[in-house]
């Protein structure tokens, strides 16, 4: 096989000229055109914001990163101010400290005071500004506005009261997602983030990322904790409960605990689970393996039978819901394959409940997953099998950091362990998945060995790595040229599928998770996440590929047995009713 | 006249006004909102999404410009339309007071309209009628110096004729 990258760089590009510029009397230097608040930072100088989104047009809402600028009489945004040569900047002149102590006062005119008990309570931004800039008592007490906080939908739960309108939220919903399911509404005093028609975000064309969770500096975002219902089960003695955790979890629940970014500390995970109480721990990466199994078939059969394609893949639920509402003319086109989730899901309350003997109904099966959508996919009525739910709750890497701590558990002192079988044994292909462009590059080594008998060479497919946006190659297998796109975050997928709909059709298969960056950004994930915490937990799975020793979902044994004893072969009947399900077009508020 | 029928006939108001637009012009929202407020007296949650397919914008985005305005409402205005000068010489004769009879008697909230479609309620800004002070305004008609009694009385009025005349 053969590989062309045509490898999209996405994003502005700045001039490399630079500029230099005086902060606080010394010499800084920035790049032409870049924002004051970008050279602040990468000069080091950390200057207080609760609005700016990386790379993303600043919105200078929320004034706390005023500056002195010589020759402005005013205070200035750096935020929204361009650098130019020779300007001088005071970052933390007595004057903008004084502004900035008294802007965040009158943000919490009318913030409640509920810290305590404030999901957020450990990693507020509102709170850690407030108490590094000194703010030891309420100065102003302003009108609060009685909000009801809204239960409605599966995944996320808003509690408006204590919204600060920073328009985060608003903007990586629209701008990141192309979704724009909340937005400002209202005027003045009685200004608030809404959907239309002030209805619940179940009726909104929400699709549960999670990103705006993501972004929000205080408690006004959370996701549906599913803690309660997890804990009792771990203590009913009637049931028996699994486990299982999803590719990216493993390399992120570590910082945490203090860990660096990046660490792999699957055994310790593993552990953690098992002190918690699990009768079962089993890791998504194996249903990932299954996935790649049944969806690798499933291009092939479509490329040699004529099938609907692009085939998109299906096993990130945002994506899914996004389709079903804005482009449900594609849905077609999505893999009729469960996400891994679901998959094993379903896999552990037939295959698992039937060869141990237990009952379906008395196995309460947990997915840790760094996915806020997750929780709306499990509950979804495509993911009931005779009435049961695959999987019966969802925590997310977040919720389960908040268990392990209520625990008291030492993580770094765990001793490692390894997962369970029969569902513990994974490829690396199948960790894979927790980074953008994984699923395809997992797919694409068993594609390749599907249609010709053998492994690639070199099995790194390096044209579908990395954090880009939008990534697209071209294969040469035995003389078939197959076009594939790997895509994460909706607006890139929804630029792409304009393009398809307007008659592009050089694409085979694209992969398209609902995260920037993919599941190792997701949603769930904790509050700590960045844009390099991310780049290195995607190194850590390529780290894990690079050293495992199974590197292709059908070189796994535990794969071949489950197809020998159970499922027959890929798209056989019993897959198709276990593991593949079918999505409709959906009614919503867009 | 069924619901059905009701939706169906605003829905081809609506796409008349929308021939008018072309696709996507994003600056034309506020004239459209005008004009089908104008025709129908609100702006229907079908309109809302209507318009945002029309004009590539999300229903949420349409929702936050539309309640910017104190001129948009999102309910059919109700048979008695009653609108509260808040301006400053009304808000200086106790006009709060009267806005706060009305909303417990009717049980709204402004931009509302009671479940029966007998009244709506309007917040305003001066009507020029400051002699009046505090004056309401009820289909038109001016009622000068209000205060909470005469504002219960007024709507008990209200209510009586409107039994007279079968409602």
Redesign the interface.
């Known amino acids: 096989m053969t590989v062309s990258a045509e490898t999209k760089r996405s994003g502005a590009t700045e001039s490399a000229k630079t500029v230099t510029i005086t902060v606080n009397g010394r010499s800084v230097e920035a790049r032409q055109g870049e924002m004051l608040l970008t050279a602040l930072k990468r000069a080091g100088i950390r200057v207080p914001t609760l609005c700016h989104l990386e790379n993303l047009f600043p919105s200078g809402a929320c004034r706390m990163c005023v500056v002195e600028v010589d020759g402005f009489a005013n205070l200035v945004p750096s935020c929204a101010c361009p650098v130019t040569e020779g300007m001088s900047v005071k970052t933390h002149s007595p004057r903008a400290l004084r502004a900035r102590k008294t802007i965040l006062e009158l943000v919490l005119a009318n913030h409640p005071d509920d810290c305590l008990y404030c999901v957020r309570n450990d990693n507020c931004e509102l709170r850690a500004l407030a108490a590094e800039l000194g703010v030891r008592q309420r100065r102003y007490v302003g009108e609060r506005r009685q909000q009801k906080e809204d239960l409605s939908s599966p995944a996320l739960v808003r509690d408006p009261e204590k919204c600060i309108l920073c328009g985060k939220c608003v903007r990586v919903c629209?701008e990141v997602q192309g979704?724009?399911?909340?937005?400002?509404?209202?005027?003045g005093s009685a200004t608030r983030i809404?959907?239309?028609?002030d209805e619940g975000i179940n009726l909104?064309?929400c699709i549960y990322c999670g990103q705006c969770i993501m972004v929000c500096p205080t408690g006004a975002l959370r996701e549906q904790s599913h803690i309660k219902e997890v804990m009792d089960a771990l203590k009913n003695p009637e049931k028996f409960v699994v486990v299982q955790h999803a590719p990216s979890v493993s390399v992120t629940i570590g910082e945490e605990f203090g860990l660096k970014p990046g660490a792999d500390v699957e055994g310790l995970l593993v552990a953690a689970l098992r002190e918690l109480g699990f009768d079962r721990v089993f890791d998504t990466a194996f249903a990932a393996d299954l996935t790649v199994m049944e969806e690798a078939s499933e291009l092939v059969h479509r490329i040699k039978t004529g099938g609907k394609l692009p085939m998109m893949t299906s096993c990130s639920p945002g994506w899914i819901k996004y389709v079903e509402e804005f482009y449900p003319d594609f849905i077609e086109n999505l893999s009729t394959c469960k996400s891994p989730q679901q998959m094993l899901g379903a896999i552990i309350k037939n295959y698992f409940a039937e060869k141990q003997n237990i009952a379906p109904e008395k196995i309460f099966s947990v997915a840790v997953m760094p996915c806020t959508a997750k929780k709306f996919e499990c509950g979804r009525m495509e993911m009931l099998h005779e009435g049961i739910p695959d999987v019966d709750a969802v925590l997310t890497t977040r919720e389960l950091v908040r268990v392990l701590r209520m625990r008291g558990m030492d993580f770094k002192s765990l001793t490692p362990q390894v997962a369970d079988t029969p569902f513990g044994d994974r490829s690396t292909a199948g960790k894979l998945f927790g980074a953008t462009g994984g699923v395809m590059e997992a797919a694409v080594r068993t594609a390749h060995y599907l249609l010709t008998g053998t492994d690639l060479p070199d099995l790194k497919v390096e044209a579908v790595r990395g954090m880009t946006g939008v990534k697209q190659a071209r294969l040469h297998i035995e003389g078939k040229d197959i076009g594939i796109a790997v895509v994460s975050g909706l607006g890139n997928a929804s630029r792409l599928l304009d393009e398809i709909r307007a008659g592009r059709n050089d694409l085979h298969f694209i992969e398209v998770m609902t995260c920037p960056g993919g599941c190792i950004a997701g949603g769930g994930q904790p509050h700590s996440t960045n844009l390099n915490a991310v780049k290195e937990r995607m190194q850590a799975l390529y780290r894990i590929d690079r050293e495992g020793t199974i590197r292709t979902a059908h070189g796994n044994p535990a794969i071949k047995r489950i197809y020998q004893e159970f499922l027959g072969e890929p798209l056989s009947e019993k897959s198709h009713h276990l593991l593949h399900t079918h999505y409709h077009k959906r009614d919503v508020?867009? | 006249m069924t619901d059905v029928e009701t939706t169906q006939e605003k829905t081809t108001v609506v796409d008349r006004i929308l021939t008018e637009y072309p696709q996507g012009k994003r600056d034309a929202l506020i004239p459209i909102l005008q004009e089908v407020q104008a025709q129908q007296g609100y702006l229907s949650r079908e309109a809302i999404v209507k318009i945002g397919k029309h004009l590539g914008l999300a229903a949420s985005k349409i929702y936050g410009v539309a309640t910017f305005y104190n001129q948009f409402r999102f309910q059919p205005l109700g048979k008695f339309h009653i609108q509260v000068c808040r301006g400053t010489a009304c808000h200086v004769k106790n006009s709060t007071a009267v806005l706060d009879t009305l909303r417990r008697e009717l049980k709204i909230e402004p931009g509302e309209t009671t479940r029966d479609g007998l009244f709506s309620l309007e917040v305003v800004a001066c009507v020029g009628a400051c002699g009046l002070a505090p004056v309401i305004c009820v289909n038109g008609e001016f009622y000068a110096s209000m205060t909470p009694a005469k504002t219960r009385r007024l709507i008990e009025e209200i209510r009586e004729r409107a039994e007279e005349h079968g409602n």
């Open positions: 629209e979704v724009g399911a909340i937005n400002f509404v209202g005027r809404a959907v239309a028609f909104s064309s508020l867009v």
